[in-house]
């Protein structure tokens, strides 16, 4: 499911097929910051996210950050004819993907959108390098895009994909897992209303549109905004078979 902040384009991406999901995260421009783009970041997830499907889909056992490294490179293609590609605040988004292969659910996380994963234990994947750079100012964030020592994103540089986390988990034992979008990660990450074992719960016995209702109810009532008031929202869960 994904509902998009009020009032805007959803700039989030979901997409899943047999055995795999992907979801992306576009993150939103800056007021008055020249991406060097005539695309916004809705653009660029879905044609970054379609190619991850369309390759998912070939079920080829390519490595995700391959597969991911391939669909910016054809992405960037795509406009860079029209396009500043050198621009460091050129349209990006993260990357979280999920598949399975054999006896084995393997995981890939490119920046801040979490996976969640219950092996009768809550595992939770999820590149937090965004929440630890020296300087979170309009050029602070622009140095630490995209370069060492900073975060790492999907945006016009197919090597940013190896920058991104991944591992796998025996399917033996894997009971449940969710796929978000840091707007629908907010009650446990920005709220503090329940914890991760709380959100797969919730998910499992009333779903993603519940889970929805309850952020949006969270902003609308939050007093202090820090960053964005709504953000769009979008949760995949999975059931595995015991």
């Given at each position: 499911?994904?509902?998009?902040?009020?009032?805007?384009?959803?700039?989030?991406?979901?997409?899943?097929?047999?055995?795999?999901?992907?979801?992306l995260?576009?993150?939103?421009?800056?007021?008055?910051?020249?991406?060097?783009?005539?695309?916004d970041?809705?653009?660029?997830?879905?044609?970054?996210g379609?190619?991850?499907?369309?390759?998912?889909?070939?079920?080829?056992?390519?490595?995700l950050?391959?597969?991911?490294?391939?669909?910016?490179?054809?992405?960037?293609?795509?406009?860079?004819?029209t396009?500043?590609?050198?621009?460091?605040d050129?349209p990006?988004?993260?990357?979280?993907?999920?598949?399975?292969?054999g006896?084995?659910?393997?995981?890939?996380?490119l920046?801040?959108?979490?996976?969640?994963?219950?092996?009768?234990e809550?595992?939770?994947?999820r590149?937090d390098r965004?929440d630890?750079?020296?300087?979170?100012?309009?050029?602070?964030?622009?140095?630490?895009?995209?370069?060492p020592?900073?975060?790492?994103?999907?945006?016009?540089?197919?090597?940013a994909?190896?920058?991104g986390?991944?591992?796998?988990?025996?399917?033996?034992?894997?009971?449940?897992?969710?796929?978000?979008?840091?707007?629908?990660?907010?009650?446990?990450?920005?709220?503090?209303?329940?914890?991760?074992?709380?959100?797969?719960?919730?998910?499992?016995e009333?779903?993603?549109?519940?889970?929805?209702?309850?952020?949006?109810?969270?902003e609308?009532?939050?007093?202090?905004a820090?960053?964005?008031?709504?953000?769009?929202?979008?949760?995949?869960f999975?059931?595995?078979?015991?």
């Amino acid at each position: 499911m994904s509902v998009a902040t009020p009032g805007r384009e959803n700039e989030d991406f979901v997409a899943a097929g047999p055995g795999w999901v992907v979801l992306l995260d576009g993150a939103t421009a800056p007021q008055g910051v020249d991406s060097g783009c005539r695309h916004d970041p809705a653009w660029l997830v879905r044609r970054l996210g379609g190619r991850i499907a369309a390759l998912l889909a070939l079920e080829d056992g390519k490595p995700l950050p391959d597969l991911v490294a391939e669909a910016i490179k054809v992405t960037g293609e795509a406009h860079t004819e029209t396009c500043d590609l050198g621009n460091p605040d050129s349209p990006s988004a993260t990357v979280s993907l999920l598949r399975r292969r054999g006896g084995a659910v393997e995981w890939y996380v490119l920046a801040d959108s979490p996976i969640v994963v219950d092996v009768g234990e809550i595992r939770v994947f999820r590149d937090d390098r965004v929440d630890h750079l020296p300087s979170y100012t309009l050029e602070g964030v622009r140095r630490s895009r995209n370069s060492p020592g900073g975060f790492w994103v999907a945006s016009t540089r197919p090597e940013a994909a190896y920058e991104g986390l991944t591992g796998e988990v025996p399917v033996e034992g894997l009971r449940r897992a969710a796929v978000l979008s840091d707007g629908a990660s907010r009650l446990v990450e920005r709220f503090g209303q329940m914890g991760w074992g709380d959100l797969l719960r919730l998910l499992d016995e009333e779903g993603p549109r519940e889970l929805v209702r309850r952020t949006r109810a969270a902003e609308a009532a939050a007093t202090a905004a820090r960053g964005k008031r709504y953000d769009d929202a979008t949760a995949v869960f999975v059931r595995f078979d015991t």
